[in-house]
């Protein structure tokens, strides 16, 4: 089945350890975003890439990084540059050529990182 | 993208009709409205999209005022599993505009038996 695999599920890092997290899909889509999410507010978009070897920075891009090498994968790193790192992050994508006009977002089920 | 307004939370008796409002005052006239809810913890799921004309599904319909400044996601029989956060999201569907998403906060709809 297609999808969106995020991987770890959850995660625990000490304070100044970088961390990765890893985002991998199978739907042929050329979008894909990173979101953040705290206890009891909406995403927040941290970076995003439409195409290969390109992204942007989004709303709160402090202290992570990301690349975009193969369409399919677009990790995230979580650097001890991120004050306030203890968070769910969700990775999507979409289709930059979807036809029907529906252009749907699919998510993943997330990564829960929490730092000691 | 336009922004949008939703109440915080709602109520909603189990069988009844949930209905969940949204503001896009400044949406332009290419800009679809989406709806997505995120059941706790998981990612979001998509439910339904549209642009001027009402959208029904088997989830759940989808009502646009004529003048496109606000909309209702309809769940006409809402269960115990419809508990969820509902977002409302305005953007452009197609490619070029595959960009910037921005979700607010959303609506906490909590049936209750």
């Known amino acids: 089945d297609g999808g969106i695999t995020q991987s770890p599920k959850y995660l625990f890092r000490k304070e100044g350890q970088n961390v990765t997290l890893s985002c991998e899909q199978n739907l042929n889509h050329d979008a894909m975003y990173w979101y953040r999410q705290d206890p009891g507010q909406g995403l927040r978009l941290i970076y995003y890439?439409?195409?290969?070897?390109?992204?942007q920075k989004g709303d709160i891009a402090e202290g992570y990084s990301v690349s975009r090498e193969k369409k399919e994968s677009f990790p995230l790193t979580v650097t001890s540059a991120q004050k306030n790192p203890t968070a769910f992050y969700l990775c999507a994508s979409t289709s930059r050529d979807d036809y029907s006009g529906a252009n749907v977002l699919t998510f993943g089920a997330g990564s829960r990182l929490t730092v000691l | 993208d336009a922004k949008t307004t939703q109440p915080t939370s709602m109520d909603c008796a189990e069988g009844r009709a949930a209905n969940l409002p949204c503001n896009h005052s400044t949406i332009s006239g290419n800009e679809y409205v989406y709806w997505y809810r995120q059941i706790h913890s998981q990612g979001p799921q998509y439910i339904i999209h549209?642009?001027?004309n009402n959208e029904t599904n088997e989830m759940a319909s989808l009502i646009i005022t004529e003048d496109r400044k606000s909309s209702t996601l309809i769940l006409p029989h809402a269960t115990l599993r419809d508990t969820a956060v509902y977002y409302c999201?305005?953007?452009?569907?197609?490619?070029?505009?595959?960009?910037?998403?921005?979700f607010g906060q959303g609506t906490t709809l909590q049936v209750k038996p």
């Open positions: 890439s439409q195409i290969v070897n390109d992204f």
């Open positions: 999201i305005v953007r452009f569907p197609r490619s070029g505009n595959t960009g910037k998403l921005i």
């Open positions: 549209g642009l001027k």
